[in-house]
């Protein structure tokens, strides 16, 4: 929509005409006209142009009122959004006795499907502190949270089938062996939270 005129050999007067033009095809296509923040300095250096025009930012901004009405609701409506979706997780707030309730329940088992992600994610998930997961885990017997052992076996086991297309046959058996190897090894370590 912009073209490439310069505006160089033009007048103030001429340039903010354009610039009204261009604003009112923004709005007819849907989009907000939201006010810089640097205005005010722009408006600074407009005074004394060369035509004696003082270029005006603030009636520019105001030629289209519905703009700038438009804008200033879209800007009171997301404040207020954003408040009330802060007031909503306030009184959504569980009682500490539910939260040691629901947490003294928690299971190893209830982990099962989080053991890809980092402790820190997995219990953002699951809406709990990663202290009250790593308490669980030691209270049903689970020293570690797996995720790194699991990181790492996946990994042998991704450089491993590179070798499965080797033309070599006791290469491929080797990596079919320890491919199932490392696969056992990994689903001892899932064994813990199915049972």
Known sequence: MFCSNSFSKDSTSSVKQFLVQYFEACKL???????????????????????GDILDIDSLLQLSPTISRDCQMNQQEMKNESEANCNDMRHEKIPLSAQRERTGKLRLKDFAGYLHLPIEI???KLNICPTVMKKVCRRDGLLRWPYRKIKSIKRKISKREKSLSSSDVEERASAKAEIANLEEELAKNFEAFVS
């Open 29 to 51: 296509e849907g989009y907000i006209l939201l006010q810089d923040p640097l205005c005010d300095f722009y408006e600074a250096l407009g005074v004394g142009s060369d035509d």
């Open 122 to 124: 997995a219990a953002k």
